[in-house]
């Protein structure tokens, strides 16, 4: 079965740092890759997405991620964070062949970003 | 446009009674989701909608749980009964066809 896996389920950082949040799929066939953002209190938000192109992908408020195809990632980046980055990151996948979209996403990242 | 509405937004029920999400998608839109989080795990879906037809329901935990959709507009679930382990947010989607999902900000279901 398909699954989604992001390694870190809490990361705390300085504002200005830098941002990286792994995620790994296990599915061998094409798939389409999200990133989610919930933000407190809010509802889910898309970041980016990847469906063929380009592996690295721009996203809004300067997130980016890069698909490497060899070793089923699709990690999120971000140069340099701010407070309001703070939320929770989840990384989604959809199987791209059959007209089939239901997603499956990975346990979430919190991240706190400290002043 | 209006987007994904959820309610109620938080739901606090005895094990055993009954308590029925609802879920207005965008309007327009024929696929309709529902996911589900416990406890801070991964969200999972749940079942799917196409128009008021289920289009795969092989994520419902048991027969506990009743989604519908009349008419092809909102959409309801029902967890009759409640057992606490259903406790989560659960979150409802919709998407116009080949279109990407929009998110309603979650039902919070607490049973004590």
């Known amino acids: 079965a398909q699954s989604v896996s992001q390694h870190n389920h809490h990361v705390i950082l300085s504002e200005a740092a830098s941002l990286e949040l792994g995620c790994n799929y296990s599915?061998?066939?094409?798939?389409?890759l999200f990133w989610y953002v919930q933000y407190p209190g809010q509802h889910l938000q898309l970041l980016l997405k990847y469906f063929s192109g380009d592996p690295l992908v721009k996203g809004i408020k300067g997130f980016e991620a890069e698909f490497i195809k060899s070793k089923f990632s699709f990690n999120l980046r971000k140069p340099s964070v701010q407070w309001s980055d703070t939320a929770e990151y989840f990384c989604a996948v959809i199987r791209a062949s059959g007209g089939y979209n239901k997603l499956i996403f990975g346990a979430g990242t919190r991240l706190a970003v400290h002043p | 446009e209006a987007g994904v509405t959820q309610f109620p937004s938080h739901s606090v029920i005895e094990k055993g009674q009954t308590v029925t999400l609802r879920c207005d998608p965008i309007s327009g839109h024929d696929n309709l989701y529902w996911y589900r989080r416990v406890m801070g795990k991964e969200i999972k879906f749940l079942l799917h909608?196409?128009?008021?037809?289920?289009?795969?329901e092989s994520g419902m935990p048991n027969n506990r749980f009743l989604a519908e959709r009349t008419g092809g507009t909102y959409s309801t679930l029902k967890v009759q009964p409640a057992e606490l382990e259903d406790s989560g947010v659960y979150f409802c989607?919709?998407?116009?066809?080949?279109?990407?999902?929009?998110f309603g900000s979650g039902t919070r279901l607490t049973v004590v």
């Open positions: 909608f196409v128009k008021e037809s289920k289009q795969d």
């Open positions: 599915y061998g066939g094409t798939v389409n």
């Open positions: 989607a919709s998407s116009s066809y080949g279109g990407g999902y929009t």
